[in-house]
């Protein structure tokens, strides 16, 4: 059974840093391209980040760029998120998601973790 | 950046009705249309990909169309656990977008 579970949200002041983890495991993690997606309170789904299987690649919303990093340890089956400079409205739910690209070429998000709160206020 | 627009915003209907969402996309993404199905407090779920495959374990009541710029989302007899919001995406193309969301109602 596939399994994507986040850590690390939480309260954080302006200005101030998270580093969100993602542990998968019932697939093999080292295969696939994993991303982050957001959905502040409320509101609707919005794409933060992207990382290659092999996390060589990597690409990031505008919105965040430059203030958020993606990685992965494929050894740890474990995807991560480095928020810096957080702002109030990074305030949001943070979900990991599985990409998968089948042999038509369709992708999808076939997979979510639960997400994880990461609010920022003073 | 492709946009995709969904409509409308909110549907009202009683379980046993049809419900039809529509998902429209700024530029043509020939089949590579997803749409997925939210709960209060829940995760998105993953119902239909390649605008018209359901994913695995989705009752086939819901059934997807469409190509190019136009989709639609068809939920035939509304069972109580339909109510929720219903999210079309592209990922086809970088970055990947989501629609702003319909909003399936008990009326």
């Known amino acids: 059974e596939v399994q994507l579970v986040e850590s690390g949200g939480g309260l954080v002041q302006p200005g101030g840093s998270l580093r969100l983890s993602c542990a998968a495991s019932g697939f093999t993690f080292s295969n696939y391209w994993m991303h982050w997606v957001r959905q502040a309170p409320g509101k609707g789904l919005v794409w933060v980040s992207r990382i290659s299987n092999d996390g060589s690649n990597t690409n990031y919303a505008d919105s965040v760029k430059g203030r958020f990093t993606i990685s992965r340890d494929n050894a740890k089956t474990t995807l991560y998120l480095q928020m810096n400079s957080l702002r109030a409205e990074d305030t949001a739910v943070y979900y990991c998601a599985k990409y998968k690209v089948d042999s038509s070429g369709y992708s999808r998000f076939d997979y979510w973790g639960q997400g994880t709160l990461v609010t920022v206020s003073s | ?107």
């Open chain 2, 1 to 107: 950046e492709i946009v995709l627009t969904q409509s409308p915003g909110t549907l009202s209907l009683s379980p046993g009705e049809r419900a039809t969402l529509s998902c429209r996309a700024s530029q043509s993404i020939s089949s590579n249309l997803v749409w997925y199905q939210q709960k209060p407090g829940q995760a998105p779920r993953l119902l239909i990909y390649g605008a018209s495959s359901r994913a695995t374990g989705i009752p086939d009541r819901f059934s997807g169309s469409g190509s190019g710029t136009d989709f639609t989302l068809t939920i035939n007899r509304l069972e109580p656990e339909d109510f929720a919001v219903y999210y079309c995406q592209q990922c086809g193309s970088s970055p990947p977008t989501f629609g702003q969301g319909t909003k399936v109602e008990i009326k």
